[in-house]
């Protein structure tokens, strides 16, 4: 067996995977012990095809988690923090408004704007923030 660091854009899950079927994965139980300590067992990849093309046998629910992560940490700080608060602390746009000194208007642009980013940045692991100066 051999450890090796493998970038998360060259991973994909498996068909073999037993998580890898039916509906999408709770997240809930294995989310506070990674925010905690971060991902400590490493996931289990096999070669898929090309040199640099891998499929995660084991560890789907951590591959996701990470993604997950990548994306918002790729997002600027103004949109994460918003998205965040909409989404993890469930304030309401006011509010944010209010504790941000934005305009109510500013704020559902930035989450709209965040909400894109973020899923763009899940579809696409390579994207560079550079990117989004050329659009």
Known sequence: ???KHIDIAHLS???ANMRAKGQAPDLANILPSVRARGVLVPLIVRQNGSPDSYEIV???RRY???RL???L???PQIQRDIFLAVRLDALSYG???E???LTRRQVERLFAKALGNFSRNLRDPLRQRWRRWFR
Do not use: N, Q
């Open 1 to 3: 067996m051999e450890l």
């Open 13 to 15: 899950v498996s068909p």
């Open 58 to 60: 084991a560890g789907k």
């Open 64 to 66: 996701l988690l990470e």
């Open 69 to 71: 992560e990548d994306a």
């Open 73 to 75: 940490l790729r997002l």
């Open 95 to 97: 509010e944010i408004a």
């Open 99 to 101: 504790r941000t000194g």
